[in-house]
Protein backbone atom coordinates (compact mmCIF):
# COMPACT_ATOMS: atom_id res chain seq x y z
CA UNK A 1 0.00 0.00 0.00
CA UNK A 2 2.88 2.48 0.82
CA UNK A 3 4.51 1.81 -2.24
CA UNK A 4 0.96 2.15 -4.41
CA UNK A 5 0.75 5.69 -2.63
CA UNK A 6 4.28 6.94 -3.03
CA UNK A 7 3.89 5.91 -7.06
CA UNK A 8 0.64 7.62 -6.63
CA UNK A 9 1.80 10.87 -5.12
CA UNK A 10 5.13 11.06 -7.44
CA UNK A 11 2.25 10.95 -10.68
CA UNK A 12 0.52 13.63 -9.63
CA UNK A 13 3.82 15.43 -9.42
CA UNK A 14 4.81 14.02 -12.34
CA UNK A 15 1.25 15.51 -14.00
CA UNK A 16 1.74 19.01 -12.59
CA UNK A 17 4.87 19.30 -13.56
CA UNK A 18 4.38 18.15 -16.80
CA UNK A 19 1.39 20.91 -17.31
CA UNK A 20 3.64 23.97 -15.84
CA UNK A 21 6.34 23.00 -18.28
CA UNK A 22 7.18 21.70 -21.86
CA UNK A 23 10.54 20.77 -23.69
CA UNK A 24 13.41 18.85 -23.21
CA UNK A 25 13.95 20.15 -19.17
CA UNK A 26 10.44 18.73 -18.61
CA UNK A 27 11.55 15.48 -20.29
CA UNK A 28 14.43 15.21 -18.44
CA UNK A 29 12.45 15.64 -15.22
CA UNK A 30 9.98 13.79 -16.08
CA UNK A 31 12.51 10.94 -17.06
CA UNK A 32 14.34 11.25 -13.49
CA UNK A 33 11.00 11.03 -11.51
CA UNK A 34 10.35 7.37 -13.05
CA UNK A 35 13.56 5.88 -12.49
CA UNK A 36 13.25 6.71 -9.22
CA UNK A 37 9.90 5.42 -8.94
CA UNK A 38 10.87 2.14 -11.03
CA UNK A 39 13.96 2.16 -8.27
CA UNK A 40 11.46 2.02 -5.22
CA UNK A 41 9.45 -0.51 -6.98
CA UNK A 42 12.49 -2.84 -7.96
CA UNK A 43 14.16 -2.55 -3.98
CA UNK A 44 10.90 -3.24 -2.83
CA UNK A 45 10.22 -6.68 -5.19
CA UNK A 46 13.74 -7.62 -4.23
CA UNK A 47 12.99 -7.06 -0.18
CA UNK A 48 9.71 -8.85 -0.68
CA UNK A 49 11.26 -11.84 -2.53
CA UNK A 50 13.98 -12.27 0.29
CA UNK A 51 11.26 -12.04 2.46
CA UNK A 52 9.15 -15.13 1.09
CA UNK A 53 12.12 -17.58 0.18
CA UNK A 54 13.15 -16.72 3.92
CA UNK A 55 10.24 -17.44 5.22
CA UNK A 56 10.19 -20.60 3.48
CA UNK A 57 8.30 -20.00 0.21
CA UNK A 58 10.45 -22.33 -2.60
CA UNK A 59 12.64 -20.25 -4.60
CA UNK A 60 10.13 -22.05 -7.46
CA UNK A 61 7.32 -20.35 -6.32
CA UNK A 62 8.31 -17.39 -5.92
CA UNK A 63 10.10 -17.11 -9.64
CA UNK A 64 6.63 -18.49 -10.71
CA UNK A 65 4.67 -15.26 -8.79
CA UNK A 66 7.83 -12.70 -9.96
CA UNK A 67 7.17 -14.62 -13.65
CA UNK A 68 11.19 -15.40 -13.92
CA UNK A 69 12.66 -18.17 -14.39
CA UNK A 70 14.62 -19.73 -10.85
CA UNK A 71 18.23 -19.50 -12.38
CA UNK A 72 17.71 -15.78 -12.88
CA UNK A 73 15.86 -15.44 -9.31
CA UNK A 74 18.74 -17.05 -7.51
CA UNK A 75 21.08 -15.07 -9.49
CA UNK A 76 18.97 -11.51 -8.28
CA UNK A 77 18.86 -12.62 -4.50
CA UNK A 78 22.66 -13.94 -4.59
CA UNK A 79 23.50 -10.55 -6.30
CA UNK A 80 21.99 -8.57 -3.53
CA UNK A 81 22.97 -10.37 -0.44
CA UNK A 82 26.76 -10.40 -2.20
CA UNK A 83 25.59 -6.19 -1.73
CA UNK A 84 24.32 -6.43 1.79
CA UNK A 85 27.49 -7.96 2.85
CA UNK A 86 30.18 -6.08 0.77
Do not use: C, N, Y
Not at 1 to 13: D, P, V
Not at 46 to 59: F, I, K, N, P, Q
Not at 61 to 76: N, Q, T
Request: hydrophobic share 45%; aromatic share 4%; proline share 2%.
Amino acid sequence: MRIGSLIGSAEERLLRLRGAQSGPTAEVQLLQGLGRSAGLVEAAWERTAVAAVSGGVSLQEVARWADMFPEALRGMLSAGAQEDHG
